[in-house]
Structures are given as structure tokens and as C-alpha cells.
């Protein structure tokens, strides 16, 4: 398990190319589920929009960054507003997701969400290395070369498209770690990473812990 430092935090690495909010909780036994008018008025407010929100830019300067195209690796929370204004339902997987998955479709930032007993060592964020990969939550294999990836001392884990199996949440999970993904000229993602440490406290009745150490 990953050892833990003040919390919130914005973490900048990777040449100025990326940085991360660091945030982690307890959740409680059972977890409290999200509340399904919650959800529907999130998607209500994303099927109403008149136009794509900014957020896409941002997403999409964050790939760019890494010299990897946005448009064949969707940013997670552009994949998840087109999925919801196509008018298919809202995923239901576990509070910890949910809450997670509403978070990014209102902030329009990519979130990254581990179990904290599933992570060995310190957290490393880089660039994914030729050939690099893991396996990723019902995708198969997820290619990791050139995205922004974080890694631990067993190998990468998670990346703002699609989190890997290894360090996936499930219904034994009790604490977790929770990613933001930047880009460093993003605007104000300390407002962000404050409302997300709030608002996933208030959806799942989590208690918010110290943030892990800084990545190298």
C-alpha cells in the first residue's frame, strides 16, 4: 500500500506536461449509494447542453501534450457526456465509480480511482514506455505507449482513459485514491480537486484521509 501525505494536493510532473490532484478516503461498510435523482439530474443537465463543454478542450490539451490523439483515445469523462447524449443510461457499478463518473461529466477533468490496497510502493507518473500496457476493466488490453500512466513498484495501473483490472474497486475495497488528471495550464484545478474531495465525501458518506505521496 502507498504511504500518505497532507491532503489536498496538485502534484506537478512529467515536464510540465501533467498534473494531478491527489486525493483519498475511507469509504464507509457498506459504501452509501448515489442517489439516483442526483444522477438523473447530472444527465439531464448534459442531454440539455446546448454545445460540448470547454472541459473537451482542456482534455484534449492534456493528450495533445503527449503527443497522443484525443480523438482515437477519448479522455474518459468526453466518452462518458457522449455516451450520455446519445440517451444511454448512466453506468451503475459501485458508490465509489458512480460518484466518481458524475464528478468527472460535471468537472470535465479525468479521474483515475484505485484501490489503495493494490498499489505497491510509491506512485510513479510518466510517460508509458514502447510496448507498455496492462489490462484494463472489461477492455482487454489497454496499449499505454506515450499516454500519461502512473505506475508502482508491480508496473502501470492507470492512465486518464481507462484504469487497469489490477487496482480496479470492488465491493471489498475500504480505502481508495483518487485521480485527478491536468493540464498544468488547466484553469483553477486546486477549485476543482477541493469540490471533488467535497462532493465525493457527500455522495458515498466517504471520510476523507491523507493524499499519497507525491509522485516521482
Not at 70 to 80: G, I, N, Q, V
Not at 201 to 216: I, K, N, V
Request: aromatic share 8%; with cysteine.
Amino acid at each position: 500500500m502507498t504511504a500518505f501525505h497532507a491532503l489536498p494536493d496538485l502534484v506537478n510532473t512529467v515536464e510540465d506536461r501533467l498534473l494531478l490532484g491527489m486525493l483519498a478516503f475511507r469509504l464507509p461498510d457498506p459504501p452509501r449509494e448515489v442517489d439516483a435523482g442526483h444522477i438523473e439530474e447530472v444527465c439531464r443537465r448534459v442531454r440539455a447542453a446546448d454545445a460540448p463543454p470547454r472541459g473537451f478542450t482542456f482534455g484534449r490539451r492534456l493528450y495533445h501534450g503527449f503527443g497522443v490523439d484525443p480523438t482515437r483515445h477519448r479522455p474518459s469523462p468526453e466518452a462518458m457526456w457522449r455516451r450520455i447524449r446519445k440517451g444511454l443510461e448512466f453506468p451503475r457499478v459501485h458508490p465509489a465509480v458512480d460518484a466518481t463518473n458524475l464528478l468527472a461529466l460535471e468537472l470535465q477533468v479525468s479521474f483515475g480511482l484505485y484501490d489503495a490496497e493494490k498499489i505497491r510502493g510509491d506512485m510513479i507518473a510518466a510517460a508509458g514506455e514502447e510496448g507498455e500496457g496492462y489490462e484494463g476493466i472489461g477492455r482487454g488490453r489497454i496499449s499505454l505507449e506515450g499516454k500519461p500512466v502512473l505506475r508502482d513498484e508491480t508496473g502501470p495501473f492507470g492512465n486518464p482513459s481507462a484504469d487497469s483490472a489490477r487496482t480496479r474497486i470492488t465491493p471489498a475495497t475500504r480505502v481508495l485514491i483518487q485521480v485527478l488528471f491536468f493540464h498544468p495550464r488547466d484553469p483553477d484545478p486546486e477549485a476543482a480537486t477541493h469540490y471533488a474531495l467535497h462532493e465525493f465525501c457527500r455522495l458515498t458518506g466517504a471520510s476523507p484521509l491523507e493524499a499519497p505521496t507525491d509522485p516521482a
